[in-house]
């Protein structure tokens, strides 16, 4: 199987909206990976340095299924990405190599255990609740390392029973992922994950 990413124009166009919204925040990188006829895009939202960070790592995830079947498992960088399959274009995916430190270890692919789900509204309200948090904390005129310091403190809180964050809240608003059903969240290996109808968002 080829190292290609090669979409249809609808799941293009739906990707390019991903993508547009995940360059506000995050490193401006992607991770691609495939084994078949389904690719997973992943970037974060806010990430792990490496081993001395202790701050959480908010990853935003959504499938693609592509024309043909293909195996690969790199990092491409964002604008790169978008303007590609903006203009139609496959997408040659490189070796992973140079990779990110989030990039570098993966969610559990399964024991995916259920812990509960969240009603939309309130995933909404815990959003703008986490949103006021952040600005409660900053000083007068932050600068940009400074609001990144007092994000990663309030979304590493967990917010719901069922083990949600109020990272996961603020990027599934962000993203758009929400739809009308319940967003289900689901637990494996220290990992949080919160499925929603465009999108799924994992933490830890």
């Known amino acids: 199987m080829h190292a290609i990413l090669a ?10 909206l991903l993508l547009d919204r995940a ?8 991770r691609l990976a495939a084994d078949g006829e389904v690719a997973l895009l992943t970037t974060p939202m806010t990430a792990s ?23 690969f498992d790199g990092v491409v960088a964002l604008p790169g990405l978008r303007d590609a399959l903006r203009q139609g274009a496959d997408v040659e995916v490189p070796d992973a190599v ?6 570098a270890v993966s969610p559990p692919r399964g024991g995916w255990a259920h812990t509960g789900d969240v009603d939309t509204e309130l995933v909404r309200e815990l959003a703008t609740q986490a949103a006021s948090d952040v600005e409660a904390a900053l000083p007068r005129s932050p600068g940009e390392a400074v609001r990144r310091r007092a994000e990663r403190a309030v979304w590493s809180r967990s917010v719901h029973p069922s083990g949600l964050t109020a990272g996961q ?11 009308d059903d ?7 290996g220290g990992w949080v994950r919160a499925s929603g ?7 830890r």
């Not at 979409?7 to 390019?16: F, H, M």
């Not at 360059?23 to 992607?30: E, K, N, P, Q």
Request: net charge positive; no cysteine.
């Open 49 to 71: 340095s490496g081993l001395l960070d202790t701050g959480p790592t908010v990853l935003v995830a959504r499938a693609a299924r592509m024309r043909e079947p293909a195996r």
């Open 197 to 203: 109808r465009a999108g799924e968002v994992l933490a």
């Open 23 to 30: 360059a506000v925040f995050g490193d401006g990188t992607v």
């Open 169 to 179: 809240a603020a990027a599934l608003v962000a993203m758009r992922f929400l739809g």
């Open 7 to 16: 979409l249809d124009e609808r799941a293009r166009a739906d990707l390019v």
């Open 182 to 188: 319940p967003v289900r969240v689901t637990e494996s």
């Open 98 to 103: 140079g990779r990110p430190a989030w990039a």
